[in-house]
């Protein structure tokens, strides 16, 4: 079956410490999104990537950074700059919007990596 | 800039009761439109969506949504909830800006349906 994969399911590290967690899909779709899940505040946006070798910042960017070397892969590693870490953090990917006329964008979410920082 | 606005963070209804929740979004071009649902412990769960013709959207269990362009608003109602639809409801907009999709969730509203 297609779908995203987040691994691990929970991870815990100790301040200062950086850590990457990993997203893989087997959609085929081109573009990934990364989102962290705070209460009350929403899913927001880190980073998202259209095509392998390319990413932009999302809202929330400051403190992480990510890589795109194949279409597969997103990881997000979580840097010792990222003030407040401890969040839930969300995986997506979507097909592709083609031309002028915009074609549904279908989304698929990941299972989510809660990550506690001590 | 994209951004999507929920009037209500926290409702709070008895067992039939009708459920209008409120989304407004700022973004100048063509939108997709979605509602997400999130029960307690569980993942996002896509509730229903709109990319275009008729603007009233039916989806799963009961809810509805209806798009008006002119007030860049998308509501989530439903006629009659029930005690499982105890959840926290996402709108989110998937707008198209320098050639990147980029989907948007707004703050959330959590709905406590009481018996």
């Known amino acids: 079956d297609g779908g995203i994969t987040q691994s691990p399911k929970y991870l815990f590290r100790k301040e200062g410490q950086n850590v990457t967690l990993s997203c893989e899909q087997n959609l085929n779709h081109d573009a990934m999104y990364w989102y962290r899940q705070d209460p009350g505040q929403g899913l927001r946006l880190i980073y998202y990537?259209?095509?392998?070798?390319?990413?932009q910042k999302g809202d929330i960017a400051e403190g992480y950074s990510v890589s795109r070397e194949k279409k597969e892969s997103f990881p997000l590693t979580v840097t010792s700059a990222q003030k407040n870490p401890t969040a839930f953090y969300l995986c997506a990917s979507s097909t592709p919007w083609q031309g002028a006329n915009p074609v549904y964008a279908g989304y698929t979410f990941g299972s989510g990596t809660r990550l506690t920082v001590v | 800039a994209q951004s999507v606005s929920q009037h209500n963070h926290h409702v709070i209804l008895s067992e039939a009761a009708s459920l209008e929740l409120g989304c407004n979004y700022s973004y100048g071009g063509t939108v997709n439109l979605f509602w997400y649902v999130q029960y307690p412990g569980q993942h996002l769960q896509l509730l229903l969506k709109y990319f275009s013709g008729d603007p009233l959207v039916k989806g799963i269990k009961g809810f509805e949504a209806e798009f008006i362009k002119s007030k860049f608003s998308f509501n989530l109602r439903k006629p009659s909830v029930q005690w499982s639809d105890t959840a926290e409801y996402f709108c989110a907009v998937n707008g198209r800006s320098g050639g990147y999709n980029k989907l948007i969730f707004g703050a959330g509203t959590r709905l406590a349906v009481h018996p």
């Open positions: 990537s259209q095509i392998v070798n390319d990413f």
